[in-house]
T-cell receptor, first 114, second 111 residues
Framework: NAGVTQTPKFRVLKTGQSMTLLCAQD?????MYWYRQDPGMGLRLIHY???????AKGEVPDGYNVSRLKKQNFLLGLESAAPSQTSVYFC?????????????FGSGTRLTVV | GQQVMQIPQYQHVQEGEDFTTYCNSS?????IQWYKQRPGGHPVFLIQ?????EVKKQKRLTFQFGEAKKNSSLHITATQTTDVGTYFC???????????FGQGTTLQVKP
């Protein structure tokens, strides 16, 4: 039982390049989330999904797109990477979306855009 | 949208000393969660508080929810080096219903 798995763990991109971050969970959770973490900023919600085939914007969605084609997977895409997107990205999942259940986080992806 | 202020941002203590971090909101909260993130790691769920004035304990950790449900605290008694990390509080956003995290308090423990 792996929980939430993120790939890749590290990546360096050049400005303007694109990439996709993959998140997979094996807990049959309906709700999945993408957060970014920057020093002194805590974790900020980028996009989230309340079920297969659904996505919604969080606090800081600009420059990112997401897809949830399968219940267990939640993809985060950067179409044209910018240095401001240098960050640590965390995926999380939860049994309920009402913020009254604990979230399970993946181990994170450290992305550097040069 | 919903915001929570967490203080202090950093805390350095000698091993064996106590530690407290506070989370404050300008609005009444339905519930609050606490997470711990070890250096280089990911956030791990610790606990959720729901009731006014609620106090919960996990070994040396004591979590408290204010009577007005606008603030919460995490207190660690007799810190150990294994307590090192960043502690976050998190509340449900009034906009999205999803978790909004405080800025975190980073705890350093000197052996």
């Amino acid at each position: 039982n792996a929980g939430v798995t993120q790939t890749p763990k590290f990546r360096v991109l050049k400005t303007g390049q694109s990439m996709t971050l993959l998140c997979a969970q094996d807990m049959n959770h309906e709700y999945m989330y993408w957060y970014r973490q920057d020093p002194g900023m805590g974790l900020r919600l980028i996009h989230y999904s309340v079920g297969e085939g659904t996505t919604a914007k969080g606090e800081v969605p600009d420059g990112y797109n997401v897809s949830r084609l399968k219940k267990q997977n939640f993809l985060l895409g950067l179409e044209s990477a910018a240095p401001s997107q240098t960050s640590v990205y965390f995926c999380a999942s939860s049994y309920s979306g009402a913020a009254n259940y604990g979230y399970t986080f993946g181990s994170g992806t450290r992305l550097t855009v040069v | 949208g919903q915001q929570v202020m967490q203080i202090p941002q950093y805390q350095h203590v000698q091993e064996g000393e106590d530690f407290t971090t506070y989370c404050n909101s300008s609005t009444t909260l339905s519930n609050i969660q606490w997470y711990k993130q070890r250096p280089g790691g990911h956030p791990v769920f610790l606990i959720q508080l729901v009731k006014s004035g609620e106090v919960k304990k996990q070994k040396r950790l004591t979590f408290q929810f204010g009577e007005a449900k606008k603030n919460s605290s995490l207190h660690i008694t007799a810190t150990q080096t294994t307590d090192v990390g960043t502690y976050f509080c998190a509340v449900g956003s009034s906009n999205t219903g999803k978790l909004i995290f405080g800025q975190g308090t980073t705890l350093q423990v000197k052996p």
